[in-house]
């Protein structure tokens, strides 16, 4: 028996197709009852149909959704190539957005992939995106994101990156977990140790593609900043009605300071497009448009400095579609300590570490040059410990894209304490300069366990808004309740079991809301978080001026939720 997978490649579904399946699927399409059911619901009337159906042909429609919801998504596929009848019948029950998540901490790479892929095609669904997060040792992401676009097909956007941890539900026993990468070095086996994190989603109503941020590989090669911000503006004013996206994942490289990107991103999109994400990971990526792929390993002209999967509203989109929202939270784990300080002079320095600066800093008010080591030695007297230290530096500058006019950003950047001497401060990165003022802060897990306790009453405030609109609107116009389908978490790898001292406290505001619901996180380096639609930071900024935008943090955890509220239903 032989089959045309060319012409089935073709198709906007799932093309990796079974030979037991196939063998199902023709018998039952060569049966005689299968070929009355076809033909009559193309109403072509064959003598058969004027007797009495039995069998496979006297299913109605109902039953035989029914029985395709429950068909993994690769026999799904098959089925929807069937005939026009079972396409329609396929369409019809994927007319809801859909995600699914999974992850394996199988040791042996392919079994992983084998497991969570398996997991996440278990049911009826369209991949329109995944992301796909390793942890271990060795990791062939080039061999992970060759896998995944064989299975989900070349054309759908794929991300795959390194993270700190996974968590969210395995794939075998869907138990919950959160891993960090350091569990495989207590353990021993960090040699042969993996994990691996999957989320695939389909979201009707958007449009979806993976977006570069590229960089000459010419000696000294600057990121195309500018470029990057307008593809992304140009996509969505390609697809949609706007040049700002609903929602921007990103994944920056870790030799990439992402501020500087942030910034352009938080001047140039709307106050409703949220991004969220990783700033520093090693990751590969595949776009829809094949011209935006730059591969690993190439003797292409340009990097890649980062990735966003960019998610914009469909301005061709079917009526009767649904809408889909995106909601985002911060929970802060950093806590200003000690009086305000004023940078008198920046001096930016460049080892075998990467950039830093070395400042010279006073009192707010004050008059005398305070060594770094002296501020560093007083907050560790007073918090009675060695911990890490971060300045949150208060930046009011000039921002522009191309040949737009400039504009006045007000935003709160984070540098790491790398150090100090009897005259200067040392802070990781770039971009302060004299005159700017900012705070020290240090992590601070009771301040982030209060943070996520909010949040989790924030989002059980959310549903019992929700569920109260939903049944005023359904009473007024049809409209059906709204409804969480999933979302992601980006926690700081410092956070976690040894920060809190138990485990899963960055997911409970996810479990305890939304137990049943697909959820996808990771542990970053670096978190990325921008457009909180959901007032609960809880950020303990100081004398800071709490309208300073600030875009990528510390010790913190950024949550996006996914919601949807079905079309109003026609009389």
């Not at 997991?119 to 329109?128: A, D, F, H």
């Not at 993976?210 to 593809?231: C, E, H, T, Y």
């Not at 809408?323 to 911060?330: D, G, K, P, V």
Request: charged letters at 20%; one cysteine or more; proline letters at 5%.
């Amino acid at each position: 028996m032989s089959f045309d997978h060319t012409r089935l490649a073709k198709m906007p579904y799932l093309f990796w197709i079974r030979p037991r399946t196939l063998m199902l699927l023709h018998a039952l399409r060569s049966s005689k009852s299968c070929r009355i059911m076809i033909s009559t619901t193309m109403e072509e009337k064959p003598k058969e149909a004027k007797t009495p159906m039995t069998g496979f042909a006297s299913i109605n429609e109902d039953l035989f959704q029914n029985i395709l919801k429950r068909i993994p998504a690769l026999s799904f596929a098959s089925a929807a190539c069937v005939s026009k009848s079972w396409s329609r019948n396929c369409n019809q029950i994927l007319y809801k957005p859909k995600l699914a998540s999974a992850f394996s901490l199988n040791p042996v790479q392919k079994v992983a992939l084998e497991e969570v892929v398996n997991k996440v095609l278990s049911e009826p669904i369209r991949p329109q995106f995944a992301i796909a997060n390793v942890i271990g040792s060795g990791v062939d992401l080039s061999g992970i994101l060759d896998f995944l676009a064989a299975k989900l097909g070349s054309k759908t956007p794929i991300i795959v990156s390194c993270a700190g941890g996974i968590m969210g539900r395995d794939a075998v026993t869907d138990e919950y977990k959160e891993v960090m990468i350091e569990d495989f070095w207590v353990d021993g086996a960090s040699n042969s140790s993996f994990g691996i994190m999957l989320a695939v989603g389909f979201l009707p109503g958007l449009k979806v593609d993976a977006i570069p941020l590229l960089r000459p590989r010419k000696a000294q090669g600057v990121a195309m900043v500018d470029k990057f911000v307008m593809d992304i503006r140009n996509y969505a004013a390609l697809v949609s009605d706007s040049t700002s996206p609903s929602l921007i994942i990103m994944f920056g490289s870790e030799k990439t300071d992402q501020k500087p990107v942030m910034e352009k991103l938080d001047h140039a999109m709307s106050r409703e497009t949220i991004v969220v994400g990783d700033e520093r990971a090693q990751f590969l990526y595949r776009s829809g448009i094949e011209s935006r792929n730059v591969y690993y390993g190439s003797v292409d002209q340009y990097f890649s400095d980062a990735v966003a999967l960019v998610f914009a509203r469909d301005q061709n989109r079917p009526s009767g579609t649904g809408e889909i929202h995106f909601h985002s939270a911060l929970s802060s784990g950093v806590s200003a300590i000690g009086p305000r300080f004023k940078a008198v002079s920046a001096n930016e320095i460049e080892s075998e570490t990467g950039l830093s600066t070395w400042l010279s800093v006073r009192r707010e008010g004050g008059q005398e040059i305070l060594g770094g080591q002296r501020i560093i030695d007083d907050i560790n007297n007073e918090l009675g410990n060695q911990t890490k230290l971060f300045i949150g530096v208060s930046e009011q500058r000039k921002c522009f894209v191309g040949p737009e006019k400039p504009r006045q950003m007000r935003s709160l950047a984070f540098h790491e304490v790398m150090g100090g001497d009897v005259e200067h401060l040392f802070v990781d990165g770039v971009g302060i300069k004299t005159g700017d003022y900012f705070h020290l802060y240090h992590p601070d897990p009771s301040a982030a366990l209060s943070s996520c306790s909010n949040i989790s009453k924030n989002f059980r405030n959310l549903k019992l808004d929700w569920s109260f609109r939903s049944c005023q609107l359904h009473a007024a116009r049809g409209v059906g309740e709204k409804e969480v389908i999933g979302g992601f978490v980006f926690a700081c790898w410092g956070r976690g079991e040894s920060f809190f001292g138990h485990s899963n406290v960055d997911s409970s505001p996810f479990l305890d809301n939304f137990p049943g619901v697909p959820m996808a996180g990771i542990f970053t380096y670096g978190e990325i978080g921008r457009g909180f639609s959901i007032l609960n930071t809880d950020f303990e900024s100081g004398q800071e001026d709490k309208t300073l935008c600030f875009c990528v943090h510390v010790y913190s955890t950024v949550y996006l939720l996914v919601s949807y509220t079905p079309a109003p239903i026609e009389h």
